[in-house]
């Protein structure tokens, strides 16, 4: 789950869909953690004060994950056999057409990787892929 955050900056190499699958998990629980925590604080304090403290952690977690996210994409990206480069039109995408830009994401981010080497490197889970499921 955390791997990526292991690897920060690292937008060299390939990442396979398990590695993005995972890290998204993992995103999604923190997020709900914080929200959980700010209805808990809501009740128990003003929910004004609640609200700022959610949105700070919010924040914050989105600071601390944006470049691990950004370079998960890239090596994403690697792994299919396409530059890293594209990140940039699909966030851009993301800004202006939202949820289409965002359901393309999430549909090529599980297109399976390239299963031989490629000029990013090697394949993420070996080239016999059946193992991978078994």
């Known amino acids: 789950m955390v791997l990526p955050l292991r690897r920060y900056a690292e937008f060299t190499g390939r990442s396979g869909r398990r590695e993005f699958w995972w890290y998204s ?28 403290i959610t949105a700070l952690a919010s924040f914050a977690l989105f600071l601390g994950t944006f470049i691990p996210g950004l370079a998960l994409t890239v090596r994403r990206f690697h792994d299919l056999g396409v530059s890293g480069h594209m990140t940039w039109l699909v966030y851009g995408g993301m800004i202006f057409f939202s949820i289409l830009a965002w359901f393309a994401y999430l549909v090529v981010m599980a297109l399976p990787g390239k299963p031989v080497f490629n000029s990013y490197g090697p394949p993420v889970y070996g080239e016999d892929l059946a193992g991978v499921f078994t």
């Open 25 to 52: 998990l993992f995103l999604a629980l923190a997020y709900t953690a914080i929200l959980l925590l700010g209805a808990g604080l809501a009740t128990a304090f003003e929910s004004g004060r609640a609200a700022g």
